[in-house]
């Protein structure tokens, strides 16, 4: 029953943080110019007579809105591969085997850690698609989503396996099982 909870809490957790992410691009997109202006080239001012729905303005801001929306999804898929792995590494770290085996287990893990380097690297690729209709949005993308996955896969093998190997580390050499 107290795992079902964890579980529980946890889905609760990514989905208020979730909800939190894209309640505040979105609301910083309607409200604040310089956030919106990183997604869409400005100006949506149309000169002489034209139809609005098929101005180069209206397309920019269409183009800046898919820019917005693979922004927020990829920042919210982030996070998800942040929980993935800590559940990962939590139940290795709760299981009851060896040093060795749970380093084994880590090793084998590593995919999980390797997510968002994956993730920023799809958001580089679906930013050619937004490339077709605003050049700056689709850069805007792409060096985003590429940074965001560093700093993800940094921050989790930093301050989630770094440590827990560390520890498994000096807990085989005191059973002696480690050969130099």
Same mark, same amino acid.
């Given at each position: 029953? &107290?795992?079902?909870?964890?579980?529980? +809490?946890?889905?609760?957790?990514?989905?208020?943080?979730?909800?939190?992410?894209?309640?505040?691009?979105?609301?910083?997109?309607?409200?604040?110019?310089?956030?919106?202006?990183?997604?869409?080239? %400005?100006?949506?001012?149309?000169?002489?007579?034209?139809?609005?729905?098929?101005?180069? /303005?209206?397309?920019?801001?269409?183009? %800046?809105?898919? /820019?917005?929306?693979?922004?927020?999804?990829?920042?919210?898929?982030?996070?998800?591969?942040?929980?993935?792995?800590?559940?990962?590494? %939590?139940?290795?770290?709760?299981?009851?085997?060896? /040093?060795?085996?749970?380093?084994? &287990?880590?090793?084998?893990?590593?995919?999980?850690?390797?997510?968002?380097?994956?993730?920023?690297?799809? %958001?580089?690729?679906?930013?050619?698609?937004?490339?077709?209709?605003?050049?700056?949005?689709?850069? +805007?993308?792409?060096?985003?989503?590429?940074?965001?996955?560093?700093?993800?896969?940094?921050?989790?093998?930093?301050?989630?396996?770094?440590?827990?190997?560390? &520890?498994?580390?000096?807990?085989?050499?005191?059973?002696?099982?480690?050969?130099?």
């Amino acid at each position: 029953m &107290k795992k079902f909870f964890l579980v529980l +809490l946890n889905i609760v957790i990514f989905l208020v943080l979730a909800a939190a992410v894209a309640y505040g691009c979105f609301y910083c997109y309607e409200n604040c110019a310089d956030f919106r202006a990183l997604f869409s080239s %400005g100006g949506t001012e149309v000169l002489g007579k034209a139809d609005i729905r098929q101005s180069l /303005a209206a397309r920019s801001e269409r183009a %800046g809105m898919v /820019a917005l929306y693979i922004f927020t999804g990829i920042i919210i898929i982030q996070i998800l591969a942040l929980f993935v792995a800590m559940a990962v590494l %939590g139940r290795i770290r709760r299981s009851g085997e060896t /040093a060795e085996v749970k380093i084994a &287990k880590l090793a084998n893990a590593d995919i999980f850690l390797d997510l968002p380097l994956y993730i920023g690297l799809f %958001g580089s690729v679906s930013s050619f698609m937004v490339m077709s209709f605003s050049s700056s949005s689709g850069q +805007l993308i792409a060096y985003s989503s590429t940074l965001i996955g560093i700093i993800f896969c940094t921050f989790m093998r930093v301050f989630l396996l770094y440590p827990m190997k560390s &520890k498994l580390i000096s807990q085989s050499k005191a059973q002696g099982n480690v050969q130099e």
